[in-house]
C-alpha cells in the first residue's frame, strides 16, 4: 500500500509550511497532533526543591516558557522580584518578552545572539551574582555544562514538565507514518496506546535522542533526520515516501 497518511506529533503550523507543500505534491493527508504538553510546577512541588527565589540575585532565561513559569512560580507564592534583579537571556526576543512581566527600561536585562555561549561573556562580567537557571525537567544538558566549564556558579531548578497529552479520542489511530520529534513523543505514544503494534507503520524520527528512544523502545526506526541530504523533517519524509510508492507501483 502506497503511503497516504501521515501523523506529526507537533502543534499544525500556523503559517505556510514545508509540510503543507508535501502533501499537496504527493497528495497526502497529513495530521498535526502534540503527543506532549508543558504544565507549570506546583507551588507545593516547588517549596520541595528548597529553593528561595529571593536567594538569587539573577536569573539565566533560556526559553519563553521558562520566564512565564518563573513569574507564576513567584506570583503563586507572592513573592515580589526586585528591581534590582538581573535577567540574563539566550536571545533578544526572550529578552523583550520579558515586557509582559515587568517594566524593560528599569530592569537590568542583558541576551545573547543565537547560540548560548554567545550570553557566557556578559555572566562572566557579572560572576559575583548568584545565577538561578529555571528549566524542564526533561532538558539538555548543554547549557548546565557550557556554565560549569566557565565555572560559573548557579543553581538549576525545575518550574515545568513535559508530560504526555491526552490521545485517548484518537480512536482511528490508522496512520501510515508517525512522525516524533522527542523521546518524551515516544512515552507519550505508548501512554496513550498501550498495545500499540507497529506492523507496517512507519515510524520517522528527528535528533539522535529521538532515534535512540525509538529503538530503546523495540520500534523500528525507518526515516531518520537530520541528514546531510534532507536536514529537514519534510525534506526526509519527501524522499522516503518518493522512494517508498515508487517501489510499490514497481511491484504492482
Same mark, same amino acid.
Given at each position: 500500500?502506497?503511503?497516504?497518511?501521515?501523523?506529526?506529533?507537533?502543534?499544525?503550523?500556523?503559517?505556510?509550511?514545508?509540510?503543507?507543500?508535501?502533501?499537496?505534491?504527493?497528495?497526502?493527508?497529513?495530521?498535526?497532533?502534540?503527543?506532549?504538553?508543558?504544565?507549570?510546577? !506546583?507551588? #507545593?512541588?516547588?517549596?520541595? *526543591?528548597?529553593?528561595?527565589?529571593? $536567594?538569587?540575585?539573577?536569573? &539565566?532565561?533560556?526559553?519563553? @516558557?521558562?520566564?512565564?513559569?518563573?513569574?507564576?512560580?513567584?506570583?503563586?507564592?507572592?513573592?515580589?522580584?526586585?528591581?534590582?534583579?538581573?535577567?540574563?537571556?539566550?536571545?533578544?526576543?526572550?529578552?523583550?518578552?520579558?515586557?509582559?512581566?515587568?517594566?524593560?527600561?528599569?530592569?537590568?536585562?542583558?541576551?545573547?545572539?543565537?547560540?548560548?555561549?554567545?550570553?557566557?561573556?556578559?555572566?562572566?562580567?557579572?560572576? !559575583?551574582? #548568584?545565577?538561578?537557571?529555571? *528549566?524542564?525537567?526533561?532538558?539538555? $544538558?548543554?547549557?548546565?555544562? &557550557?556554565?560549569?566549564?566557565? @565555572?560559573?556558579?548557579?543553581?538549576?531548578?525545575?518550574?515545568?514538565?513535559?508530560?504526555?497529552?491526552?490521545?485517548?479520542?484518537?480512536?482511528?489511530?490508522?496512520?501510515?507514518?508517525?512522525?516524533?520529534?522527542?523521546?518524551?513523543?515516544?512515552?507519550?505514544?505508548?501512554?496513550?496506546?498501550?498495545?500499540?503494534?507497529?506492523?507496517?507503520?512507519?515510524?520517522?524520527?528527528?535528533?539522535?535522542?529521538?532515534?535512540?528512544?525509538?529503538?530503546?523502545?523495540?520500534?523500528?526506526?525507518?526515516?531518520?533526520?537530520?541528514?546531510?541530504?534532507?536536514?529537514?523533517?519534510?525534506?526526509?519524509?519527501?524522499?522516503?515516501?518518493?522512494?517508498?510508492?515508487?517501489?510499490?507501483?514497481?511491484?504492482?
Amino acid at each position: 500500500m502506497r503511503i497516504r497518511k501521515i501523523l506529526v506529533s507537533q502543534p499544525e503550523p500556523k503559517d505556510k509550511s514545508p509540510y503543507h507543500e508535501l502533501a499537496k505534491k504527493n497528495n497526502l493527508q497529513i495530521d498535526f497532533r502534540p503527543f506532549i504538553q508543558v504544565e507549570g510546577v !506546583s507551588g #507545593k512541588d516547588f517549596r520541595q *526543591q528548597k529553593i528561595t527565589l529571593l $536567594d538569587f540575585s539573577a536569573v &539565566i532565561f533560556t526559553s519563553r @516558557k521558562a520566564v512565564d513559569h518563573y513569574f507564576r512560580i513567584a506570583k503563586e507564592l507572592r513573592i515580589s522580584i526586585p528591581d534590582e534583579m538581573k535577567y540574563f537571556c539566550i536571545n533578544e526576543a526572550t529578552a523583550y518578552y520579558l515586557q509582559k512581566y515587568i517594566t524593560f527600561r528599569k530592569r537590568k536585562i542583558f541576551h545573547g545572539n543565537v547560540k548560548f555561549e554567545d550570553l557566557i561573556p556578559l555572566i562572566q562580567k557579572h560572576k !559575583s551574582e #548568584k545565577f538561578l537557571l529555571p *528549566q524542564s525537567d526533561v532538558h539538555k $544538558d548543554e547549557v548546565g555544562n &557550557i556554565l560549569e566549564k566557565s @565555572k560559573v556558579s548557579f543553581t538549576p531548578v525545575t518550574m515545568f514538565r513535559t508530560v504526555s497529552s491526552d490521545l485517548t479520542d484518537l480512536t482511528d489511530f490508522n496512520y501510515d507514518v508517525l512522525v516524533f520529534f522527542s523521546p518524551s513523543g515516544i512515552k507519550s505514544l505508548f501512554h496513550n496506546f498501550p498495545g500499540f503494534d507497529q506492523r507496517e507503520t512507519k515510524i520517522a524520527s528527528f535528533g539522535a535522542a529521538t532515534a535512540t528512544a525509538v529503538n530503546e523502545a523495540g520500534l523500528r526506526l525507518d526515516i531518520q533526520a537530520p541528514s546531510p541530504e534532507n536536514p529537514s523533517m519534510a525534506m526526509a519524509l519527501e524522499a522516503y515516501i518518493s522512494r517508498f510508492n515508487k517501489e510499490v507501483i514497481k511491484k504492482k
